[in-house]
């Protein structure tokens, strides 16, 4: 009797060590479940993109009236506050379908990780800065959205039909004048804040470049795309120093072009995942190490 005989058997790796458990048959059933609702996961990720620009385009278009813009930067606050109380109910409404869309970003943005995780080693860098850079975006969005909320219901609070009607002249400009600030803060939010989106779509960028093998999970070109729809959020920033103009929160270069370069990068890669997820790239890892 050796050493030998006393060592630990060696701890399984794998789906293997789960077969026996689950009471799989062998391990190709194991694996093809695993693939099955990896890629019904996958699937759901993709179409989600373009399901938040639908359930965008029923709450700031149709309903709110957000997009394109209603009230302009310059416009008082008193016009800002009659605007509130007039469209109030499709206001709220409106922002909680905007909400919903803002939150189908985060399913839409692990889709295109998975997909991109595919290619990278043991330590994703550019796949855990696409993760981080996703959730922050999205949780400064729907903090908009809450504070465009917010600027509703104070609005509804001093509006004719509530019970306690603010008629002091002196309280009722103060009420316009937080209806205001809650507006042009959402609006500072949307299109200001524009750096985790543009890490988040540089990220993805740099992860498809540097993709090297001969099956990459994007076409080559759909990197130095998605670096370019990242800087054209840059301008966003104008809205601090301009009322009015393309540099506006209504103007081409502040608003337009970010939002057609993102809604064409959303759409883009959305199908890209689902056409990966038709072919059944969704389960194996084509590097190891790394």
């Not at 309903?63 to 506050?81: F, R, V």
């Not at 729907?142 to 001093?158: E, N, P, Q, T, V």
């Not at 337009?256 to 997820?277: D, E, H, K």
Request: with cysteine.
């Amino acid at each position: 009797m050796t050493i030998k005989d006393f060592e630990p058997a060696p701890a399984p790796s794998g789906i293997e060590h789960l077969a026996p458990a689950q009471g799989y048959r062998d391990l190709n059933v194991a694996e093809r479940e695993a693939q099955s609702m990896n890629r019904t996961g996958q699937w759901i990720c993709a179409v989600l993109g373009p399901t938040m620009i639908i359930f965008f385009g029923i709450g700031a278009i149709w309903l709110a009236g957000y997009w394109p813009p209603e009230k302009l930067p310059g416009a008082s606050s008193l016009e800002m506050l009659e605007w509130y109380q007039t469209h109030n109910t499709k206001l709220k409404i409106g922002i909680v379908f905007m909400t919903i869309a803002y939150s189908f970003m985060c399913c839409f943005g692990v889709g295109m990780a998975v997909q991109t995780r595919r290619k990278e080693g043991a330590f994703p860098v550019w796949t855990y800065l696409q993760l981080t850079c996703m959730a922050a975006g999205t949780a400064m969005i729907i903090l908009m959205g809450a504070i465009w909320a917010a600027a509703a219901f104070r609005a509804d609070g001093c509006s004719d039909k509530n019970p306690c009607v603010i008629t002091d002249s002196v309280e009722r400009m103060a009420y316009a004048h937080d209806v205001q600030m809650m507006h042009d803060l959402g609006w500072m939010i949307l299109l200001g804040t524009w750096m985790p989106f543009t890490f988040w779509c540089i990220a993805l960028g740099m992860s498809i470049l540097l993709d090297k093998t001969e099956t990459p999970a994007f076409p080559r070109w759909s990197g130095y795309m998605s670096i370019f729809v990242g800087l054209s959020f840059i301008p966003g920033n104008c809205i601090y120093f301009f009322f009015e103009g393309a540099l506006g929160w209504n103007g081409l270069i502040a608003m337009y072009i970010p939002f057609a370069t993102f809604g064409f990068w959303v759409l883009y890669f959305s199908w890209q995942s689902f056409q990966n997820t038709q072919r059944g790239l969704v389960h194996q890892q084509d590097v190891l190490t790394g």
